[in-house]
Structures are given as C-alpha cells and as structure tokens.
C-alpha cells in the first residue's frame, strides 16, 4: 500500500486556478502510475487525470483537457494537479490515488488504482 495525503483545495472564483498536492508514503512512489479522481455531491466519482510511472504518460477527461495538468516529482514523492479557468461545475472533493500494479504506463478507470487518499475538497464559486 502507498500512504497518500491530499492538500492544496479551497474556494476561488470561477476563472481562477488552484494546484493540489499528493504526498504519497511507503513504496516506492517512483514505480506508480498516479491519477486523480472526484466526487461531486449526490455524484458518481469521475476521472481526472492521470500520469504514468515514469511521467511520460500523461491522460487527461475530456472536461478538464487544456484547463488541468497533472504532473509528478519523484525526488519529492508527490503528484500535482494544476487547475486553471476553474469552472463552477469543477466543484468537488479531489482525491489521488495509486495504481495497483508496478510501472503501468495507462491507468485511468478507478478499478486500476489500489491505494486513495481521504481527498481535499474544492469548491468554485460562480
């Protein structure tokens, strides 16, 4: 299991721009494709985005392309998920996640991902 603690949400206007953080802890975080994932309320949880183990690899919903960009430092051990021109309908608790298997290059359905963090909400006002 990887251990991974969200950061990073809050409240901005609509337009604005936010960059969430994903530290992860345990294995080897280097050997992990990551994604991002939401949940909005009374909502099924969708995907974001994702990257792959090596950070080559990068997939994007078609509803945040060109808005969001999710990147990966592996001397830090941490994911991010850039958001700009942040959109009312991008409210949501953001959570990240870890891919089951080593050295995955795609993984964006949920089934793909073995360890979540508890999420960090953000919510963009109109």
């Known amino acids: 299991q990887v251990q991974l603690v969200e950061s990073g949400g809050g409240l901005v206007q609509a337009g604005g721009s936010l960059r969430l953080s994903c530290a992860a802890s345990?294995?080897?975080?280097?050997?992990?494709?990551m994604g991002w994932f939401r949940q909005a309320p009374g909502k099924e949880r969708e995907f974001v985005a994702a990257i792959s183990w090596a950070g080559f690899n990068t997939y994007y919903a078609d509803s945040v392309k060109g808005r969001f960009t999710i990147s990966r430092d592996n001397a830090k051990n941490t994911v991010y998920l850039q958001m700009n021109r942040l959109k009312p309908e991008d409210t949501a608790v953001y959570h990240c996640a870890a891919a089951l298997s080593l050295f995955v290059v795609k993984a964006t359905d949920a089934a793909d991902f073995g360890s979540w963090g508890q999420g960090t909400q953000v919510t963009v006002s109109s």
């Open positions: 345990g294995r080897t975080f280097s050997n992990y494709a």
